[in-house]
């Protein structure tokens, strides 16, 4: 399995701040994925951070609304710009371990 | 484009019963099927992974099955409990790029 931890939890923020979310890993991964879940939603992939290169987004997700950063093998940051209220999500990040995805336990983003 | 859906969108059940939930995948050139868990604002568990080449896999009271031609998977719970009260999602890899398509999501209920 894979030990995974992120921070905040859970925030509530104001429209047009923006927010970092960290995620932190217990051992060294090539790939991690950024997923959202909208309320009441499944979850939907945001991008892939690999270290050492730009990250890859998916269709509908961009780099200035989502910058990623992948500084190391064990950690990775997503931050959601010029946040709306639209942006009110839970943010989970995962890694994949011998075929299986494992993910965090979220950060629930609030906005006003 | 990989679509999944899970059927049905909400179940109640009293405690003790078996029961099925059922995953289906529109395109079969899967790379392997993942069934998670999540409790209400909480990150994913994970329940179950089967490989493409694997027919199904088991876990406690928990055993998914795989029918990659027809494009379906099962997960059967036995002998459900109140803890076992959650959103079950499954999910698919297409490809080898290990980015998960997750499905509409299991609410499940059980009730003493």
């Known amino acids: 399995s894979a030990v995974i931890s992120q921070k905040p939890s859970r925030d509530i923020c104001q429209r047009g701040t923006s927010l970092t979310i960290q995620c932190q890993v217990d051992s060294q991964v090539t790939m991690m994925f950024w997923y959202r879940q909208q309320p009441g939603q499944s979850l939907t992939l945001i991008a892939t951070?690999?270290?050492?290169?730009?990250?890859?987004?998916e269709s509908g997700f961009v780099i200035d609304k989502f910058p990623i950063s992948r500084p190391n093998l064990t950690f990775s940051t997503l931050t959601v710009s010029n946040m709306s209220p639209e942006d009110s999500s839970i943010y989970l990040c995962?890694?994949?371990?011998?075929?299986?995805?494992?993910f965090g336990p979220g950060t629930r983003l609030t906005v006003l | 484009k990989q679509e999944v859906t899970q059927i049905p969108a909400a179940l109640s059940v009293p405690e003790g019963e078996n029961l099925v939930l059922n995953c289906s995948f529109t395109d079969s050139a899967i790379y392997n099927l993942q069934w998670f868990r999540q409790d209400p604002g909480k990150g994913l568990t994970s329940l179950l992974l089967?490989?493409?080449?694997?027919r199904e896999q088991t876990s406690g009271r928990l055993n998914a099955s795989l029918d990659k031609s027809s494009g379906r998977s099962t997960l059967y719970i036995a002998a459900s409990q109140p803890g076992d009260s959650a959103t079950y999602l499954c999910?698919?890899?297409?490809?080898?790029?290990?980015?998960?398509?997750f499905g509409t999501g299991t609410r499940l209920q059980v009730t003493l």
């Open positions: 995962s890694v994949n371990r011998g075929h299986e995805q494992f």
């Open positions: 089967i490989q493409s080449s694997q």
């Open positions: 999910a698919v890899v297409t490809g080898t790029a290990s980015k998960l398509t």
């Open positions: 951070a690999n270290q050492g290169s730009e990250a890859t987004y």
